[in-house]
């Protein structure tokens, strides 16, 4: 089975742009999380949709939004970029029927540079 | 909100030894699950073990063990017969059964020869 694949692996974007990033999950995965990675914050939750519905959100401002595709597959866009968005943006499918899950895979992430 | 703490940044072993990583969280939950995530320098957040909070025998895997002490909140790793390729971020991270995973700042493992 192919792990979870995240596009682009690395991206330079200007301040003020907008972004998005792809993830496709493990095949029969229907559960994506998103995960904002940087030295000061560590790793924060951002959202998680199931079944192309977005069922839980972290603590970001709304320039953070994300939808999921029927076939699993999710983006995650950023409006209105800033330098403090620059990090590393992991994905993690899971293997959930419903609420609740077990375990996280994750992508290798795609590291976001702001300037 | 549940908070995950791991107090050592960064520690170091011999090759072979045995070293314990430590972790804190803190919840009013009864039922959660709890993990060791591994993130050597490929990025890559890989699953070393896991734990069901309504399970009370450790978890095992190889030569990775956890102490989980439930009344205490407290979920340690133990690393047996340390390896060159344990060398690695570890994040500690808890979850309840709604799919958003909290970690911890996590701890610097270096394992020398």
């Known amino acids: 089975k192919a792990g979870v694949t995240q596009t682009p692996r690395y991206l330079i974007k200007t301040r003020g742009q907008q972004v998005t990033l792809s993830c496709s999950p493990i095949?029969?995965?229907?559960?994506v999380s998103w995960y904002q990675q940087t030295p000061g914050q560590g790793l924060q939750f951002l959202f998680e949709y199931f079944s192309e519905t977005q069922r839980n959100k972290g603590n970001f401002p709304g320039r953070f939004s994300g939808r999921q595709f029927s076939n699993s597959r999710s983006e995650m866009n950023v409006s209105t970029l800033e330098l403090g968005d620059s990090a590393l943006y992991l994905c993690?499918?899971?293997?959930?029927?419903?609420?609740?899950?077990?375990?996280?895979?994750f992508g290798q992430g795609t590291r976001l540079t702001v300037v | 909100a549940q908070t995950v703490t791991q107090s050592q940044p960064e520690m170091s072993v011999q090759e072979a030894e045995t070293v314990t990583l430590s972790c804190t969280y803190d919840t009013s939950e009864n039922n959660y699950y709890l993990f060791w995530y591994k993130q050597p320098p490929s990025r890559q957040m890989i699953l070393v073990i896991r734990q069901e909070a309504y399970k009370q025998q450790n978890a095992t895997e190889n030569r990775f063990s956890v102490n989980f002490q439930k009344a205490a909140k407290s979920f340690s790793l133990k690393i047996s017969d340390s390896q060159l390729g344990d060398t690695a971020m570890y994040f500690c991270a808890f979850m309840k059964n709604n799919n958003d995973m909290r970690f911890g700042a996590g701890t610097r493992l270096t394992v020398k020869p």
């Open positions: 993690a499918s899971s293997p959930t029927q419903g609420q609740g899950s077990t375990e996280a895979f």
């Open positions: 095949s029969g995965h229907r559960s």
